[in-house]
Every structure is written in C-alpha cells, then in structure tokens.
T-cell receptor, first 114, second 116 residues
Framework: KNQVEQSPQSLIILEGKNCTLQ??????????LRWYKQDTGRGPVSLTI?????NTKSNGRYTATLDADTKQSSLHITASQLSDSASYIC?????????????FGTGTRLQVTL | GAGVSQSPSNKVTEKGKDVELRCDPI?????LYWYRQSLGQGLEFLIY????????KSGLPSDRFSAERTGGSVSTLTIQRTQQEDSAVYLC??????????????FGPGTRLLVL
C-alpha cells in the first residue's frame, strides 16, 4: 500500500530560526515528490517538485532534498518568517506507463512565533 | 490570469440534503481534480477529469458522490443524502495535463462543508 508519512505533526519555532520537516514514503513505482504549503483556509501551493534523478531543489528560503534509495525527503526552511506559518504537505506520485496516482501526507503544521 | 475558483466558500446543510459544489479551473487546463480534506487528515483523492477521457472515479467514497465536467471546463461535485461524516473541506485543483512528470496542480481555496 502506498503511504506517505510526515514528521513532526506540528512544530513551533522562533522567527529567524531554521527548521527541517521530514517525509518518508513507500510509493511505487516512484515518479516524483512535491512539497506544498497550505495556509489556513487556503488551498495548497506548490513549493518544489523533484524527480528520481534530483536530490535537491530550492525555492527561495525553502530547500527540498530527496534520497530515492531510502525513500526520504526533507524540506528545510531557512531564516523562518511569520508568514511561513502554515501546513506543509508532502505528495508522492506513483506512475506506470498508463496511470498515475498521488498519495498525500497528512502534513506538518508549522507555527513561527516572535 | 485568475486561479482556480470554487463556490460556495462555505456550505452548511442538514443531514439528508443534497449539495452541489462548483469548481472553475484555470483557463486552458485540461486536467481537473477533486479532493477532500477532513479535519486533521491528509488530502483524499476523489475524482479527476482529463480532457474528454472517461473520469477516474476510483476515489469516490460511495455512490452518493458524483461529479461532472461540462464543456471541459467547469465541474460540479454532487453529494446526495449528505451524512455528518461528509463534513470536510472539498478542494478542487487543475493542471495543464495529466501524466506529465513536471505537472503542477493549482488548488482552489476550497469549499467548507458542514453537515448538521
């Protein structure tokens, strides 16, 4: 069964600090992995997407890593800002030649405080 | 251009009533998806439409749920005889195409459904 597990479930950090969110998956056959940011009351917004051959992808202060061997990904947020407070969702796509299926993690809820 | 829009933004209904949720995808996007997000849960895939192909309904939880997409654009998700467990945020997303490695889904703001 395809699964995506994220940790921690929630996290509180001080503004300006760095943090790392984890995503472990058991999805096969692997196609790509995305990180989404979902603000409260809004739909998710894509941050990064990585395929099998990519092991790091940056988007401003967000840097995602992918280890396809261990089936782990991380999202590192540098110099956090109050606006980073949101849920971060890891999504893994399984794809065969004829069909694709997305599996969503339950997300990590990040709160950045003063 | 405009993003994905959904209506209504909030819907309160009584158990047993039917509801219709609407999604307007980004113009030109051929793929459209419906998801459900329950409190504290991850996104749950419901159904997707790709162009004129038959929709993938594999995620619909019961036959009370149905969806259609008219003219390859606007989509409506219908829930018949609503139950309290149907209470959730229903998210719609669209993308240019399906089955593309670099595909990105653009999400709407969601419809918050509460069944009393």
């Amino acid at each position: 069964k395809n699964q995506v597990e994220q940790s921690p479930q929630s996290l509180i950090i001080l503004e300006g600090k760095n943090c790392t969110l984890q995503c472990n998956y058991t999805v096969s056959p692997f196609s790509n992995l995305r990180w989404y940011k979902q603000d409260t009351g809004r739909g998710p917004v894509s941050l990064t997407i990585m395929t099998f051959s990519e092991n790091t992808k940056s988007n401003g202060r967000y840097t995602a890593t992918l280890d396809a061997d261990t089936k782990q990904s991380s999202l590192h947020i540098t110099a956090s800002q109050l606006s980073d407070s949101a849920s971060y969702i890891c999504v893994v796509t399984a794809s065969t030649g004829t069909a694709s299926k997305l599996t969503f993690g339950t997300g990590t809820r990040l709160q950045v405080t003063l | 251009g405009a993003g994905v829009s959904q209506s209504p933004s909030n819907k309160v209904t009584e158990k047993g009533k039917d509801v219709e949720l609407r999604c307007d995808p980004i113009s030109g996007h051929t793929a459209l998806y419906w998801y459900r997000q329950s409190l504290g849960q991850g996104l749950e895939f419901l159904i997707y439409f790709q162009g004129n192909s038959a929709p993938d309904k594999s995620g619909l939880p019961s036959d009370r749920f149905s969806a259609e997409r008219t003219g390859g654009s606007v989509s409506t998700l219908t829930i018949q005889r609503t139950q309290q467990e149907d209470s959730a945020v229903y998210l719609c997303a669209s993308s240019l195409r399906w089955r593309t490695y670099q595909e990105t889904q653009y999400f709407g703001p969601g419809t918050r459904l509460l069944v009393l």
